[in-house]
Nanobody, 126 residues
Framework: QVQLVESGGGLVQAGGSLRLSCAAS????????MGWFRQAPGKEREFVAA????????TYADSVKGRFTISRDNAKNTMYLQMNSLKPEDTAVYYC???????????????????WGQGTQVTVSS
């Protein structure tokens, strides 16, 4: 089992940057494929980015490709989401998620993930 805690959210102007962190408990962080999702008011939760256990494989939603970068540091039990060129439509609560998976696997569907953080608010003003 793993517990996840997100941090790094906040209010930023359009065009700005933020870096989200997801800290995981436990000694087996490197056994989990990880992902970021977001949910805007009145909308369903949507996939943002995912990373494999070693960090060697990543994938992104088209809406964030080229602007966001997902990474992880298994020695620190932490995953990151660097968000650049932020837009008002990026405003949402951002969640990190973990799935016990095979080494090269990345997961893009929320139903594949077993563990979720509580979320961190990102607000981008125009």
């Amino acid at each position: 089992q793993v517990q996840l805690v997100e941090s790094g959210g906040g209010l930023v102007q359009a065009g700005g940057s933020l870096r989200l962190s997801c800290a995981a408990s436990g000694r087996t962080f490197s056994s989990y494929a990880m992902g970021w999702f977001r949910q805007a008011p009145g909308k369903e939760r949507e996939f943002v980015a995912a990373i494999s256990r070693s960090g060697g494989t990543t994938t992104y939603a088209d809406s964030v490709k080229g602007r966001f970068t997902i990474s992880r540091d298994n020695a620190k039990n932490t995953m990151y989401l660097q968000m650049n060129s932020l837009k008002p439509e990026d405003t949402a609560v951002y969640y990190c998620a973990a799935d016990w998976a095979s080494p090269a696997v990345v997961r893009v569907h929320s139903y594949d993930y077993d563990y979720w953080g509580q979320g961190t608010q990102v607000t981008v003003s125009s």
